[in-house]
C-alpha cells in the first residue's frame, strides 16, 4: 500500500473515530441510576449507583444478634461489602477490611459485611477463623436485591451524608479503601 492511501486512511480512521466521540459525548449516556433507583415509603429516592443515596439496610439480622438501624449509621463512612465463605478473593479482603478497622476504629468507620443466604453456623466460623469484629448480616436476599448485587465480593463505599462513593467489584485492599475514607475520618 503507497504512504499517501495509508495516511488517507489513517486520516479517515481518526476522524470517524472523533465523530463517533463528539456523538456519544453529545448525546450522552444513560445514567443508571435513573434504571436501578426506586423510592422508599419515606419518598426518598435511593439507587445502589455512584453519586446516589444509599438503599438503607435495616431489619437484617447480625451474627451477634445486634439489629441495625441505618439512619443510626449517618455521620460517619460506611462500607458496605458483600462476600460468602466460597469466595477465594473474599479470604485476602475481609483480613484488609478488618485491618482497616482497627486502625480507624469503630467510633469513625461502620463496617457492613453481607453475606447471603449461608448457614449461620458456616458464617461464624469463617468470622472466628479470620477474628472478625465488624458487623456480620445474614442476608436472605433483601439487600441483595436493593444493591443489585451481582458477585462476591463487592464494596460500596458511602459518605456520611448517606450518598454512593464508589462501587467497587472484585477484591479491594485496606489501603484503597483508606485513601476513600480518608476525607470523613479525623
Not at 500500500?1 to 476522524?15: E, G
Not at 445502589?48 to 460517619?76: F, K, M, V, Y
Not at 466460597?86 to 480507624?104: A, K, T
Request: aromatic share 10%.
Amino acid at each position: 500500500m503507497p504512504n499517501w492511501l495509508r495516511a488517507i486512511t489513517l486520516v479517515s480512521a481518526v476522524a470517524c473515530f472523533v465523530a463517533a466521540a463528539l456523538l456519544v459525548v453529545g448525546a450522552g449516556l444513560p445514567q443508571r441510576a435513573e434504571f436501578t433507583a426506586f423510592m422508599l415509603d419515606s419518598g426518598a429516592v435511593v439507587a445502589p449507583e455512584t453519586g446516589s443515596l444509599a438503599p438503607p439496610i435495616d431489619n437484617t439480622p447480625t451474627l451477634s444478634g445486634d439489629p441495625i438501624a441505618w439512619d443510626d449509621l449517618r455521620g460517619q463512612p460506611i462500607i458496605v461489602n458483600f462476600w460468602a465463605t466460597w469466595c477465594v478473593p473474599c479470604r485476602v479482603e475481609m483480613p484488609e477490611l478488618q485491618s482497616l478497622y482497627d486502625e480507624v476504629g469503630a467510633e469513625n468507620l461502620h463496617i457492613l459485611a453481607v453475606n447471603l443466604n449461608e448457614p449461620p453456623e458456616r458464617v461464624a466460623a469463617w468470622v472466628q477463623q479470620f477474628g472478625l469484629t465488624y458487623n456480620i448480616l445474614l442476608d436472605e436476599g433483601t439487600i441483595a436485591r436493593r444493591y443489585a448485587f451481582r458477585d462476591p465480593p463487592s464494596t460500596f463505599v458511602i459518605a456520611p451524608d448517606g450518598e454512593i462513593e464508589r462501587v467497587i467489584f472484585g477484591p479491594v485492599t485496606a489501603a484503597t479503601l483508606r485513601d476513600m475514607i480518608g476525607p470523613y475520618v479525623d
